[in-house]
């Protein structure tokens, strides 16, 4: 089985995106025998109100039986928008939603904004994951109306992050800069419940890393479709006898991503 841990449907406002609906979505999964993948709306991260993106999410996936079998829907949520408490209720409660992705950087707020702090423990009460992604496209070729270069985060920004809030669940997507921190913040990780997906070109070293965090760190993600549909899963399959058994690569394929999502 195959879990996507990093997927969407919309629009990206600086390029054109291909397989960005449902329908296309479902077909490059079929395509490639991926069972379920996590989504949120790429329009919630540029909608001046990001519930609008969810709402249309939601819309969609109601409107087709095999959309709500096979796709996990996250909010995208800004903690500093007005009303954001409701729209989180109603996300949680009405539209079922399974988690919520952050976006600090694009909805201009710091990771240790009190408002942010809040929605990540209310979250945390609802059982509910929180994504946050180190980069969103790559911004050596970037719009000049993306975020500047080099507004990537690192995996050590998140550690304000997770320090505040310990006991929430984590995914953290799209991995880039150097992923290996020091001794007190790589035990720090290690004992938070978070994974990791393997979209990003951070983990090139990827055997090395599993070693460093542990093998239920890391789970399958494809950042689908900004970054190609394959690399996710080839860093998985690509792994030598030596580096990682059978039994660890289904922890990669969808055993971790089950654990996090409590499904």
């Known amino acids: 089985m195959l879990i996507d841990m990093n997927a969407y449907v919309g629009h990206w406002p600086f390029r054109k995106l291909n397989y960005n ?130 507004s990537e985060w690192s995996l050590r920004d998140l550690i304000p992050l997770i320090k505040e809030v310990p006991d929430a669940r984590y995914l953290i997507l799209n991995i880039v800069g150097n992923p290996f921190l020091d001794e007190e913040e790589t035990e720090l990780l290690k004992k938070t419940n978070l994974v990791m997906d393997t979209s990003g070109r951070g983990l090139r070293r990827f055997a090395e890393l599993l070693e460093r965090y542990g093998r239920d760190k890391f789970a399958f993600g494809t950042h689908s479709p900004i970054l190609d549909y394959v690399t996710g899963a080839l860093r998985i399959e690509s ?25």
């Open 21 to 150: 609906t449902c329908e296309s979505l479902l077909g490059r999964m079929n395509q490639f025998g991926v069972d379920l993948s996590v989504i949120s709306n790429l329009n919630g991260i540029f909608y001046q109100n990001p519930q609008s993106a969810n709402e249309e999410l939601y819309e969609t996936l109601q409107s087709d039986k095999s959309f709500e079998d096979r796709f996990i829907p996250f909010a995208v949520m800004n903690p500093i928008y007005a009303g954001w408490k409701n729209d989180f209720q109603v996300c949680s409660e009405k539209m079922d939603m399974k988690g919520i992705r952050l976006y600090p950087r694009y909805h201009n707020y710091e990771i240790t904004n009190p408002s942010c702090i809040e929605l990540v423990k209310s979250a945390r009460d609802r059982n509910m994951p929180v994504a946050l992604s180190l980069r969103m496209s790559d911004s050596r070729a970037t719009s000049w109306m993306d975020l500047e270069r080099g």
């Open 239 to 263: 792994l030598r006898d030596s580096e990682a058994d059978n039994k660890t690569k289904n922890l990669l394929r969808d055993g971790n991503a089950k654990r996090i999502l409590n499904i």
